[in-house]
């Protein structure tokens, strides 16, 4: 969540438009896919709904997610869009139904069906359903990480469904790793390659460009200073031009500016900022954490604050959990939901885990930051569990 600024004296015109769910009024240096995704959709008009489908390939903060959802926005006015997201869903195939019913059908309970019955409610909504829809799934790495084959295979199936061959215009899937779609050796290599855009990274000057562009929306004109939008542009492009990594720079440069009372942004707020954003730290995603899942991110990096070799067993972090649950009166969850969300966290790219080689007794799960400070990631997840050290401390 994004503060509103309050005060008149903020840096901001309006933060919000730095989160990822924002979708800008316009998107450069994509105007050409654009222009492609709407050829594809012109041209798979009368095939199955199974075959009109678009893979969108490229690393994280290249512009997926914004692809699509810009695409969506522009696009005919006769089509309704049922975006869904694999993380949302954490890759289960049922909760992703639950999500695309809940598009059609609000209110509908977000958990509780099975993968049959929510089959036939699709079938059934679509039946009375009047328009086309184009399907967007983003983030479809974590659907095959998590699914694998049977998922996909489930998926297709859904798709597969004689009322989406009239209704479904197009399913465009967003992936972070090109290289997945090449392992999954179920997946039709042939077709995957006619349907894939593989989006290529932003030069130096276009992130320039764009985090100019953004920066103008966010933030008062007479707030922003060239120095600081040169930076931002060259810590960005030296990372490989993550542009998430630029949004909540520049977010938290921002929040800085406020805390400090200060009218303009300035090279001091960018380098604070840069204490508690990491390019390796999804500080947006964070927010799409569980409670319990926060919690025990919280306890591997304090326990590998203690540990200079970088790895911690799972039972020490769970003795760290427990010891948090205790002080913030959570009920501690059991070993085995906590497994599922260690896998959960991996899975998100939160924490690394793998068992235990030489040197240990047994066989155990060691877990690990994917090259993140533990004092960064502490320090976030108190933020946003909205807990502070001193608390945790004084109550010790
Ligand atoms: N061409 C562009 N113009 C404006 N903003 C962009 C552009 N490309 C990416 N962004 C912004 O950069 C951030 C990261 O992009 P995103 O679409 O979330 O990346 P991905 O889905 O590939 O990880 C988002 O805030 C997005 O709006
Ligand atoms: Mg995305």
């Known amino acids: 969540m994004v503060a509103?600024?309050?005060?008149?004296?903020?840096?901001?015109?309006?933060?919000?438009?730095?989160?990822?769910?924002?979708?800008?009024?316009?998107?450069?240096?994509?105007?050409?896919?654009?222009?492609?995704?709407?050829?594809?959709?012109?041209?798979?008009?009368?095939?199955?709904?199974?075959?009109?489908?678009?893979?969108?390939?490229?690393?994280?903060?290249?512009?997926?997610?914004?692809?699509?959802?810009?695409?969506?926005?522009?696009?005919?006015?006769?089509?309704?869009?049922?975006?869904?997201?694999?993380i949302d869903c954490r890759g289960k195939i049922p909760s992703l139904l639950h999500e695309i019913i809940r598009s059609l059908k609000p209110g509908f309970p977000r958990r509780g069906y099975s993968l049959y019955e929510l089959r036939e409610t699709l079938a059934e909504i679509l039946r009375k359903h009047r328009g086309r829809i184009l399907l967007i799934i983003d983030d479809l790495d974590i659907l095959l990480h998590k699914s694998g084959s049977e998922g996909w295979k489930n998926l297709?199936?859904?798709?597969?469904?004689?009322?989406?061959?009239?209704?479904?215009?197009?399913?465009?899937?967003?992936?972070?790793?090109?290289?997945?779609?090449?392992?999954?050796?179920?997946?039709?290599?042939?077709?995957?390659?006619?349907?894939?855009?593989?989006?290529?990274?932003?030069?130096?000057?276009?992130?320039?460009?764009?985090?100019?562009?953004?920066?103008?929306?966010?933030?008062?004109?007479?707030?922003?200073?060239?120095?600081?939008?040169?930076?931002?542009?060259e810590k960005t492009s030296s990372i490989g031009g993550n542009l998430a990594y630029a949004m909540e720079l520049m977010l938290k440069a921002g929040e800085l500016a406020d805390l400090t009372k200060s009218d303009k942004l300035t090279l001091n707020?960018?380098?604070?900022?840069?204490?508690?954003?990491?390019?390796?730290?999804?500080?947006?995603?964070?927010?799409?954490?569980?409670?319990?899942?926060?919690?025990?991110?919280?306890?591997?990096?304090?326990?590998?604050?203690?540990?200079?070799?970088?790895?911690?067993?799972?039972?020490?972090?769970?003795e760290e959990?427990?010891?948090?649950?205790?002080?913030?009166?959570?009920?501690?969850?059991?070993?085995?939901?906590l497994f599922h969300k260690v896998k959960n966290l991996s899975l998100l790219g939160f924490v690394t885990h793998k068992l235990s080689g030489l040197g240990y007794r047994g066989k155990t799960t060691l877990l690990g930051l994917p090259g993140t400070p533990p004092s960064l990631v502490e320090s976030r997840v108190e933020e946003s569990l909205k807990i502070s050290i001193k608390n945790i401390y004084s109550k010790r």
């Open 321 to 337: 959990y427990r010891r948090l649950c205790r002080i913030l009166g959570y009920k501690p969850r059991g070993h085995t939901t």
């Open 156 to 233: 297709q199936d859904i798709l597969k469904l004689e009322v989406f061959d009239s209704t479904l215009n197009l399913t465009v899937y967003t992936i972070n790793h090109i290289d997945l779609l090449d392992r999954m050796d179920f997946l039709n290599q042939a077709l995957v390659e006619r349907d894939l855009f593989d989006l290529r990274g932003y030069s130096k000057t276009e992130v320039e460009a764009i985090i100019r562009f953004r920066a103008s929306l966010a933030f008062r004109e007479e707030a922003l200073g060239q120095d600081f939008l040169t930076e931002v542009a």
């Open 269 to 318: 707020h960018l380098y604070e900022a840069e204490k508690t954003v990491h390019p390796r730290f999804k500080g947006f995603l964070l927010e799409k954490l569980e409670k319990h899942e926060k919690i025990l991110l919280l306890s591997t990096a304090r326990t590998l604050k203690r540990k200079p070799y970088g790895e911690a067993s799972l039972s020490e972090v769970e």
């Open 4 to 86: 509103l600024p309050t005060s008149r004296g903020s840096v901001f015109k309006d933060p919000r438009t730095l989160c990822p769910d924002y979708v800008p009024p316009k998107a450069p240096f994509r105007e050409h896919e654009l222009e492609k995704l709407r050829a594809v959709q012109m041209d798979s008009r009368d095939k199955p709904a199974e075959y009109r489908r678009v893979f969108i390939t490229g690393r994280y903060g290249t512009g997926k997610t914004l692809l699509t959802k810009f695409y969506a926005a522009t696009t005919r006015q006769d089509q309704q869009t049922l975006y869904v997201n694999c």
